[in-house]
């Protein structure tokens, strides 16, 4: 009879084990799931992928050029059982919108206020940013602009040092100067189907394991009549970034944000001379030079997401 019981009392203690099993289990795929929605911003419909709890730390993901919020596809995944993520695609790029250029002034001070149109929409108070190449200098603008509202840095090949323009940007200094369509033949280049494989391509450690996914998805935006000049718009008016420099170094100086650096440094576009300054002016910061390219996340996500997983352990409140 006491065996009987035991037995019984065992097989009720693996039911209920199974039961949390499986509630745990999809609690977790559940805060896994990425949604797909869109906003109006000032007329302007943006695409945007969300993930995770809505009240766990939010972490907003900004991308870089040429691509769109598909390069945060698995970071999404990786971290979204702790925290809240948001990353959109840029008016002209992804699935969002793209106005003409008579309707819609593509210059990094227009895109940082559609980001801050989208976080206002969104009632988003509290944010990291992660930034990478063209995110930076969107980023580095609100960050700047609002410092209460921003909890952590993570920075991947995002420039805000003139350190880190060096031999690629020659071409695009040039167009800078002169506006011509000569000077602007060069850059046409880089939203070719081969200039945006090397891009994800370039410094990599195994070439065969970055999918041409991520390049043919780019080409669909990249492909749309009238993207091309809003690529060259862009390309001349980074050179409005590069006096805002000196007061986003002051910005890091006076409020020191926690900082985490994943920085891929065989990157030919941004190389790590514009990684290393970072350390003279942010003292709470954790730094990383990743044995790979340009888009980091492709070749080293899973090392990346373990970097961001520990670091913003340490730095912002637990998640629900």
Not at 102 to 120: C, H, I, K, Q, R
Not at 254 to 280: R, S
Request: charged content about 20%; glycine content about 6%; hydrophobic content about 35%.
């Amino acid at each position: 009879m006491k065996v009987k019981i035991i037995h019984k009392y065992f097989l009720l203690a693996l039911v209920v084990s199974a039961i949390g099993m499986s509630f745990g289990t999809y609690a977790h795929l559940a805060s896994a799931t990425t949604s797909y929605n869109t906003v109006k911003i000032n007329g302007v419909n943006l695409f945007y992928r969300e993930a995770g709890d809505k009240n766990a730390p939010t972490l907003l993901l900004l991308h870089g050029f040429p691509t769109s919020s598909h390069m945060y596809r698995n970071l999404m995944r990786e971290l979204s059982d702790s925290y809240h993520l948001l990353a959109l695609d840029y008016p002209g790029y992804g699935y969002s919108d793209q106005p003409s250029m008579e309707d819609y002034e593509y210059t990094f001070d227009n895109l940082a206020g559609t980001v801050e149109g989208f976080l206002d929409a969104l009632n988003v108070k509290k944010y990291s940013l992660y930034l990478m190449d063209y995110g930076a200098p969107v980023g580095f603008r609100i960050a700047a602009k609002y410092p209460d509202r921003v909890e952590t840095l993570i920075i991947q090949n995002g420039n805000a040092y003139e350190e880190g323009l060096r031999e690629f940007w020659d071409p695009i200094k040039k167009y800078w100067k002169s506006r011509t369509p000569e000077n602007a033949k060069p850059l046409a280049g880089f939203i070719t189907h081969d200039g945006v494989k090397w891009q994800y391509t370039h410094g990599v450690r195994n070439p065969q394991a970055i999918s041409p996914d991520n390049w043919n998805i780019d080409l669909l935006h990249l492909n749309h009549e009238g993207n091309p000049a809003i690529q060259l718009a862009l390309f001349y008016d980074y050179q409005n970034n590069v006096p805002l420099y000196p007061s986003w170094q002051a910005y890091f100086r006076k409020h020191q944000p926690p900082t985490l650096i994943v920085w891929g440094k065989n990157d030919y576009i941004f190389p790590p001379e514009g990684a290393h300054p970072y350390k003279q002016d942010l003292k709470n910061i954790e730094f990383h030079l990743l044995d790979t390219g340009h888009f980091a996340l492709e070749e080293d996500g899973d090392v990346i997401a373990s970097h961001m997983r520990r670091f913003l352990s340490q730095k912002l409140p637990s998640a629900p």
